[in-house]
């Protein structure tokens, strides 16, 4: 059973317009992560949150935002996508005595 | 320089035979070490976690981590067609904050 569920799987969108990817956990974890990755690179962490607490990675675009409603959802908000921003956005969850990572599908987003 | 270093192959290797996966890296503080799997398309599942140096095996996998020399290393014996995938390194001071290496691609040829 799917533990990290990001909706959707595949998402296209155009140059400029705003597009939202989501996550759900059924792990009950406090922490969640948004990643980007691109081919052949490693995951770059975006954001994390601790509950509510957001913390921004110094180098993570204005353009991108984020929304975390509750425990189980979290969001992420691309404001204006560049075609630089075509990547896989993957949602994590940790928790548990080793705050082990636990990765969804992913999310491969194209700008065209 | 990166702050953490992995080979990004693309490295195959006949059925059967030893595949050998290693990282380096350069903060002094990392304490958790992690191997990823991540097949196409798809995202990472946790393979092996260490914490501090030393080994771990685990069925067909050993994990192996060498503070004194910055080093990590996955070993995959007697290697599958399923084992094919990349394989990320990871790493942490605190273990919740991650720094991934950029992935070796494996192929197991049958």
């Known amino acids: 059973d799917a533990m990290v569920i990001q909706n959707p799987r595949y998402q296209v969108t155009q140059f400029g317009k705003p597009v939202t990817l989501s996550c759900s956990q059924t792990?009950?974890?406090?922490?969640m992560y948004w990643y980007q990755q691109k081919s052949s690179q490693a995951p770059k962490l975006l954001f994390h949150?601790?509950?509510?607490?957001?913390?921004n990675e110094a180098d993570t675009p204005d353009n991108f935002q984020s929304r975390r409603p509750n425990t189980s959802f979290c969001f992420l908000d691309i404001r204006s996508p560049g075609l630089g921003d075509a990547a896989m956005y993957l949602c994590?969850?940790?928790?548990?005595?080793?705050?082990?990572?636990?990765f969804g599908a992913g999310t491969r987003l194209s700008v065209l | 320089q990166k702050e953490v270093e992995q080979d990004p192959g693309p490295l195959s290797v006949p059925e059967g035979a030893i595949v050998s996966l290693n990282c380096t890296y350069s903060?002094?503080?990392?304490?958790?070490f992690m191997w990823y799997r991540q097949y196409s398309r798809k995202g990472p599942e946790l393979l092996m976690y260490?914490?501090?140096?030393g080994n771990k095996e685990d069925g067909r996998f050993t994990a192996q981590v060498d503070k004194s020399s910055k080093y990590i290393s996955l070993f995959i014996r007697d290697s599958q067609p399923s084992d094919s995938a990349t394989y990320l390194c990871?790493?942490?001071?605190?273990?919740?904050?991650?720094?991934f290496g950029a992935g070796t691609t494996v192929t197991v040829r049958a």
């Open positions: 994590a969850t940790a928790g548990g005595p080793k705050n082990i990572q636990y």
């Open positions: 260490t914490y501090s140096s």
């Open positions: 990871a790493m942490s001071p605190n273990d919740y904050k991650l720094s």
């Open positions: 903060n002094s503080a990392f304490q958790y």
């Open positions: 792990l009950n974890h406090n922490v």
């Open positions: 949150y601790y509950d509510k607490d957001f913390n």
